[in-house]
């Protein structure tokens, strides 16, 4: 599979598809998508980059190891519950913030992003050490 233009366009495509993954991630509070689509599509994108380019090379763009990245995805997932037991509400009730950046333009800020943030990194980290480990075993 490490053909010239596989290894050429591999890079591209990968960013490409974790810039995708990242729309589909802020797109799904209101329309299909979310959290666990958006990061498997961040860790196909990952994948291929392996593929083309090697394990090391994946290791190497990713800065921190991928079973840290998913942890830190569930801790932050189970984090986005603890505003809602604060104000005396279920676990994980959702809750929604609305800043105002000047003039009438307000940003919608949300517990539900924050979960959907955090199983965008745990999916991403889980299939990533998935994907390597068996690139790894091949290779």
Excluded: C
Excluded at 126 to 139: D, N, P, S, T, Y
């Amino acid at each position: 599979m490490g053909t010239l233009i596989f290894r050429t366009f591999a890079p591209g495509l990968a960013a490409l598809m974790v810039m995708f993954s990242i729309f589909v991630l802020l797109r799904g509070h209101n329309e299909p998508g979310g959290g666990f689509i958006g990061g498997l599509i961040a860790a196909s994108g990952f994948a291929i980059y392996g593929i083309a380019n090697g394990v090391e090379n994946v290791r190497r763009a990713l800065y921190f190891r991928p079973l840290a990245i998913s942890a830190a995805g569930v801790l932050l997932a189970a984090l986005s519950g603890i505003p809602a037991l604060l104000q005396g509400k279920p676990f994980l009730t959702g809750l929604w913030w609305f800043p105002e950046l000047g003039g009438d333009v307000k940003l919608a800020l949300s517990t539900p992003l924050v979960f959907d943030i955090g199983v965008w990194l745990g999916v991403v980290g889980a299939v990533i050490a998935i994907a390597l480990a068996l690139e790894e075993r091949e290779g």
